[in-house]
């Protein structure tokens, strides 16, 4: 079984910065992409950023040059370093993996349980 379980996620003042934290376990044979999403209460589920396993990353308009994506691929583990937040940053942060695993042949994409990032004005 394949899991994601995020972290870092908390209430920071506009201006801020938070590092998410997005760890994959379990029986993994490899990891191609993995991502940031983000989803605001009452709206649909948006890409923040993607890394490809040999870091080629990928941001949404909104973030660019303050959102910083990264990984471990000895860790299993995705990174989102997030500066001069601002409140319309605020939702769920998901992380997302396409994982091949030693139970089936095939890629399949895992989502994390999301981690709350709340922003202040």
């Known amino acids: 079984q394949v899991q994601l379980v995020e972290s870092g996620g908390g209430l920071v003042q506009a201006g801020g910065s938070l590092r998410l934290s997005c760890a994959a376990s379990?029986?993994?044979?490899?990891?191609?992409?993995m991502a940031w999403y983000r989803q605001p209460p009452g709206k649909q589920r948006d890409l923040v950023a993607s890394?490809?396993?040999?870091?080629?990353?990928n941001y949404a308009d909104s973030v660019k040059g303050r959102f910083t994506i990264s990984r471990d691929n000895a860790k299993n583990t995705v990174y989102l370093q997030m500066d001069s937040l601002k409140p319309e940053d605020a939702a769920v942060y998901f992380c997302?993996?396409?994982?091949?695993?030693?139970?089936?042949?095939?890629?399949?994409?895992?989502w994390g349980q999301g981690t709350q990032v709340t922003v202040s004005s």
């Open positions: 379990g029986s993994i044979f490899n990891i191609n992409d």
């Open positions: 890394i490809t396993r040999s870091g080629a990353t």
């Open positions: 997302n993996a396409d994982i091949r695993s030693y139970s089936r042949p095939y890629v399949q994409g895992y």
